[in-house]
């Protein structure tokens, strides 16, 4: 909780420090590079900074958190925190890296806004730093504790055991830890970190959803990325990695996982989003769980929706559960008309007392909470994943 006097100078100033945090980010992110250019080069997602979406990300994480420190003093947003402790104990972000950010952040900070940044709204930025930073590095450290890595380094070297094509822009791999000790324990809806090194030398980290649960391998899947910029270590995976080869895997985090319990669920995905999704039915359908299960997914086409096959054949092994798919441009004769195009929620009939978990890109997200909420699920109950950089933290309350 923010101090009374620190709590009216954050809000008297937080109209001018978030109308600048674009201008504040950028700077940041130039300055700490320039003093640890090996953060870039092993640890920053570079493929991220080039197109500014880590840049917005923290941005909006910041301005969240103040605003929820000065309009809800008495509620601290644990599920932003959450999400943020799970990303950064995947990357291996230890506290002693907390205050390098402290410094080159409000360096930047006071060369945007000048006179402005007095004394005393220094100190008061600085309490909301520090409340924020304190408050990730313990989650951190419980995480930490849970995967039995209290230095912080949960990553395991790893030989790919399996590679399967799923389309012709998606890959599955399976892999094994090299000292065969036991695999992490993983919750359905976690994504693993994945390093490897490129041939510059970074040694890049990217997140990878758990799509199965076999017995004896961590699974996850890759989708190629030809955007702009490329998807250096995904378009590194399918090019370069196959049976036998080593990876360096993190412990599996994540905090949107299936919880157990008997209320319908609803699994909603777009894209290589079905990649939790089709963990999470996997596991259910493992377990042979007798509640009510709808799945809907979106995708281009038949031939570029990765585990449709299982899709079908989970949905029909549960004793209660359906499938709805949605197609841009279906290839297959007979689809049905009313499922062509984008997914649309509100033609489904949702049961009362219904979970949501959503995966997908942030129009999906949008689209589809914003119907759920219309169909009357709670917004508590409705948990989204997305790939890369949350920008939408703080937005979805």
């Known amino acids: 909780m923010l101090s009374p006097q620190s709590t009216e100078i954050v809000r008297a100033t937080l109209p001018v420090v978030g109308g600048a ?8 992110y130039d300055k700490l590079f ?16 080039a197109n500014g979406s880590q840049r917005q990300a923290l941005a909006g994480s910041i301005a969240a958190f103040a605003t929820a420190l000065v309009e809800h003093p ?28 402290q410094q080159h952040l409000f360096a930047a900070i006071a060369e945007v806004l000048g006179d402005a940044v007095t004394p005393e709204v220094a100190a008061a930025w600085d309490e909301v730093y520090w409340l924020m930073a304190n408050a990730l590095i313990a989650i951190e450290a419980g995480l930490y504790a849970a995967a039995g890595a209290e230095d912080g380094d949960t990553r395991i070297p790893c030989r790919v055991v399996g590679r399967l094509r799923e389309t012709a822009e998606v890959a599955t ?23 490897v090194e490129l041939p510059d030398g970074a040694r890049q980290i990217r997140q990878y959803s758990l799509s199965g649960d076999p017995d004896d391998a961590l699974q996850f899947s890759v989708k190629r990325d030809s955007g702009d910029p490329a998807g250096e270590v995904s378009n590194h ?46 596991h259910l359908a493992a377990a042979g769980d007798g509640r009510k299960v709808i799945a809907v997914h979106a995708d ?22 359906v499938a709805h798919i949605w197609y841009e441009e279906p290839e297959a004769d007979g689809h049905p008309a009313d499922r062509t195009g ?31 909420l219309a169909a009357g699920v709670a917004a508590a109950d409705i948990h989204y994943e997305v790939f890369g950089p949350d920008l939408w933290l703080g937005t979805a309350a």
Do not use: W
Not at 34 to 43: G, K, Q, V, Y
Not at 74 to 100: N, T
């Open 34 to 49: 320039a003093d640890r250019p090996e953060l870039l080069r092993d640890l920053f997602n570079r493929g991220n900074q």
């Open 173 to 195: 791999f399976l892999v094994r830890p090299l000292d065969e000790r036991p695999l992490p324990a993983a919750r359905p809806g976690q994504y693993v970190s994945v390093q």
């Open 342 to 372: 984008f997914a649309d929620l509100s033609r489904i009939d949702i049961p009362a007392g219904t979970t949501a978990y959503l995966c997908g890109p942030l129009p999906f997200l949008r689209t589809a909470r914003a119907q759920l």
């Open 74 to 101: 008495e509620v601290r947003p644990d599920a932003m925190l959450a999400r943020i402790a799970h990303k950064h104990a995947s990357l291996g972000i230890r506290p002693e890296q907390y205050p390098l950010v």
């Open 237 to 282: 995976l399918h090019d370069h990695v196959g049976v036998g080869d080593v990876l360096l895997v993190s412990a599996p985090f994540g905090d949107v996982v299936l919880e157990p319990g008997t209320s319908p669920v609803l699994l909603a995905s777009a894209g290589i989003g079905c990649t939790p999704m089709i963990g999470m039915l996997s």
């Open 21 to 28: 945090i674009g201008e504040i980010t950028p700077l940041f």
């Open 300 to 321: 281009r086409s038949e031939s570029t929706h990765a585990f449709r096959a299982d899709l079908l054949q989970l949905t029909a092994k549960l004793p209660d559960a």
